[in-house]
């Protein structure tokens, strides 16, 4: 699991063809808020950006009129979480195909 820009990535060498020759079972899950194939994917994305383009500090508005940030960091929060569904279903996805069960005819 890797929340480092694209661009930083490559000049570390982590990427996942770098990291597949040493672990070839390597599941490489990467997380950044505009996405990887975007013209923003090496912009910053701290949590209050986040909040503020995704338009959730702008929610806030609807309570008492003005928008303003989550006091706590939602969106690093949301990212992680879903991070480890994928971890979860990547695990399940190798343990469903090699058990006895999905072999067997």
């Known amino acids: 699991m ?11 060498g982590i990427t996942y063809e770098r990291l597949s020759e040493v672990n070839p079972g390597l599941i490489l899950c990467t997380a950044q808020a505009y996405g990887s194939e975007t013209a923003f994917r090496d912009y910053p994305a701290y949590d209050d950006i986040v909040q503020a383009a995704s338009g959730a500090a702008k929610l806030a508005e609807l309570i008492d009129g003005e928008p303003r940030y989550a006091p706590y960091v939602i969106a690093d929060k949301v990212v992680g979480l879903s ?3 994928v971890h979860a279903l990547a695990d399940a996805s190798v343990v469903t195909a090699t058990s006895p069960q999905a072999t067997s005819s």
């Open 2 to 12: 890797t929340n480092l820009w694209p661009r930083s990535r490559q000049k570390l």
């Open 83 to 85: 991070a480890d569904r």
